[in-house]
């Protein structure tokens, strides 16, 4: 019974730990696209987007609405996009997204992670160039038909819908469909969605890997605590990354 409530007790608290980090991440979106075109999330699709996103992730809602008054406020910090490049070991490709009030704090804790995970931190294009950007939609899959929906979203410049799953702690899964678009297509799609009324749970800006590296072992193991070491930064908000 002890070792079943402590597997219990690690599973939420690793569930709350991915929370929290989503809820940080789609904090700073939100300020960022109130900074950037206003509070009002009808005239800015930055912020209905972000808000979608926080949606997705059961931000809840007064967590979102504080955000907004925050991001509103002379007060709140300016945060800037940065992206950093570089390698983990073994030939893997990373591309580090993060939202950061400070760049210089930022900057050594990303080149702190690669030198301690026997990686390297490039310059700007040193791995960028393999992977292609594009607009991932995921929406949910009920009453949609993937065939159907491919169709109706071609023209606003659908490249890919299939279908794919979620799954939780507790090995339960959600059904999604998945819209794939070119990056200059991101908005032309975001409002074909939008005047449709689909259910769409998260929208993103993605960088797909053009080929992936498979490792096993000990050199998979080495590569995935890397990238973990990234993901657990409050300054990151996504890692790309060649591994297959």
Do not use: C
């Amino acid at each position: 019974m002890g070792r079943a409530f402590e597997f219990r007790k690690g599973r939420k608290m690793k569930r709350w730990d991915r929370m929290s980090k989503d809820f940080t991440r789609i904090g700073r979106e939100i300020v960022m696209a109130v900074k950037e075109g206003g509070p009002n999330p009808d005239t800015n699709s930055r912020l209905r987007t972000a808000m979608q996103n926080g949606k997705g992730v059961n931000m809840p809602k007064d967590r979102v609405e504080a955000a907004i008054k925050r991001a509103s406020s002379r007060e709140e910090k300016d945060y800037q996009e940065v992206v950093y490049e570089g390698y983990a070991p073994h030939g893997v490709a990373v591309v580090i997204e993060t939202a950061t009030d400070n760049p210089t704090r930022t900057v050594a804790n990303v080149r702190m992670y690669f030198n301690r995970g026997n990686g390297a931190l490039g310059t700007a294009g040193s791995s960028d160039y393999t992977f292609t950007r594009k607009g991932v939609f995921k929406l949910a899959a009920e009453g949609l038909d993937v065939e159907e929906l491919e169709l109706e979203l071609i023209d606003a410049g659908a490249e890919d819908v299939y279908a794919d799953q979620d799954e939780d702690e507790q090995g339960n899964t959600t059904d999604f469909i998945v819209v794939e678009t070119a990056f200059t297509d991101f908005g032309q799609m975001q409002k074909a969605l939008e005047e449709k009324e689909f259910n769409v749970v998260s929208a993103q800006l993605q960088r797909v890997p053009n080929t992936t590296v498979h490792l096993e072992g000990d050199e998979l193991e080495e590569v995935m605590n890397l990238i973990e070491k990234f993901e657990e930064d409050d300054d990151v908000q996504a890692v790309y990354h060649t591994l297959g």
